[in-house]
């Protein structure tokens, strides 16, 4: 692929959200229910698309379950599991997953964004808990689109292009959301798989119009020219 930049989702593609993000969802989820919840639960949910806010997916998952709750009964017990008292929360399991040599030679190469569904502090929080803010050129956040143009809805995608100035681009993302998000916005879009991917997951980006996946984000390379 020729592209003048490479943008990436945050969650499930550069940081490994599994026992951070996930597990938050799991623990509101049976807060308020009092039943166990199962990771495979959770990532079904986030495949159907639609999901891209977390806080959302957890209120209805919670919902699933015929019990009703109001958004900010969730949300705040949801942040609580993921901030903790001061940023001393389940976001201290996060690891970064792409290496450093690869980082460097993408952004020596190429223009690099993230648009990312999560709030600005949290996102700016991981990149500067890893040391890697220099290696991206612009960051969209859930604050920069109105609530109802989050992704799958390309208005994200659109802001960084704008803002970086460009006109062809790849976008990595590990959902259905982030592959018609990219699809909208007419850049490449390249499923991510994680971990706990599975088969049916792998056929969801595919279906979804995922031009290609790969089962490492360290693969990127592999793909650009």
Same mark, same amino acid.
């Given at each position: 692929?020729?592209?003048?930049? +490479?943008? !990436?989702?945050?969650?499930?593609?550069?940081?490994?959200?599994?026992?951070?993000?996930?597990?938050?969802? *799991?623990?509101?989820?049976?807060?308020?229910? #009092? %039943?166990?919840?199962?990771?495979?639960?959770?990532?079904?949910? *986030? %495949? =159907?698309?639609?999901?891209?806010? &977390? @806080?959302?997916?957890?209120?209805?998952?919670?919902?699933? /379950?015929?019990?009703?709750?109001?958004?900010? &009964?969730?949300? &705040?017990? !949801? %942040?609580?599991?993921?901030? #903790?008292?001061? $940023?001393?929360?389940?976001?201290?399991?996060?690891? @970064?997953?792409?290496?450093?040599?690869?980082?460097?030679?993408?952004?020596?190469?190429?223009?690099?964004?993230?648009?990312?569904?999560?709030? /600005?502090?949290?996102?700016?929080?991981?990149? /500067?808990? $890893?040391? +890697? %803010?220099?290696?991206?050129?612009?960051?969209?956040?859930?604050?920069?689109?109105?609530?109802? /143009?989050?992704?799958?809805?390309?208005?994200?995608?659109? *802001?960084?292009?704008?803002?970086?100035?460009?006109?062809?681009?790849?976008?990595?993302?590990?959902?259905?959301?982030?592959?018609?998000?990219?699809?909208?916005? =007419?850049?490449?879009?390249?499923?991510?798989?994680?971990?706990?991917?599975?088969?049916?997951?792998?056929?969801?980006?595919?279906?979804?119009?995922?031009?290609?996946?790969?089962?490492?984000?360290?693969?990127?390379?592999?793909?650009? *020219?």
């Amino acid at each position: 692929m020729k592209v003048d930049a +490479v943008l !990436f989702d945050m969650d499930g593609v550069l940081v490994d959200v599994s026992r951070s993000y996930r597990l938050a969802i *799991k623990e509101t989820a049976e807060f308020f229910t #009092g %039943q166990e919840v199962n990771f495979s639960e959770i990532s079904a949910f *986030k %495949q =159907k698309g639609g999901y891209n806010n &977390d @806080w959302k997916l957890t209120e209805d998952l919670v919902r699933s /379950r015929g019990i009703e709750i109001s958004s900010k &009964d969730v949300i &705040d017990k !949801f %942040q609580s599991y993921y901030l #903790g008292n001061n $940023f001393d929360g389940f976001l201290l399991n996060e690891q @970064w997953l792409i290496k450093p040599d690869i980082l460097e030679k993408i952004s020596s190469n190429y223009k690099t964004g993230i648009v990312t569904g999560r709030p /600005r502090t949290e996102a700016e929080f991981v990149l /500067r808990r $890893f040391s +890697v %803010q220099a290696h991206f050129n612009a960051l969209v956040a859930m604050e920069d689109t109105p609530p109802e /143009r989050g992704k799958p809805a390309p208005d994200g995608i659109f *802001k960084i292009m704008k803002e970086l100035n460009i006109n062809s681009a790849v976008y990595l993302g590990d959902t259905v959301d982030d592959i018609r998000a990219a699809l909208s916005a =007419k850049i490449t879009p390249v499923g991510v798989l994680n971990d706990d991917s599975s088969i049916e997951t792998k056929n969801k980006l595919y279906k979804s119009g995922a031009s290609l996946i790969i089962d490492d984000v360290n693969r990127i390379l592999e793909i650009l *020219k």
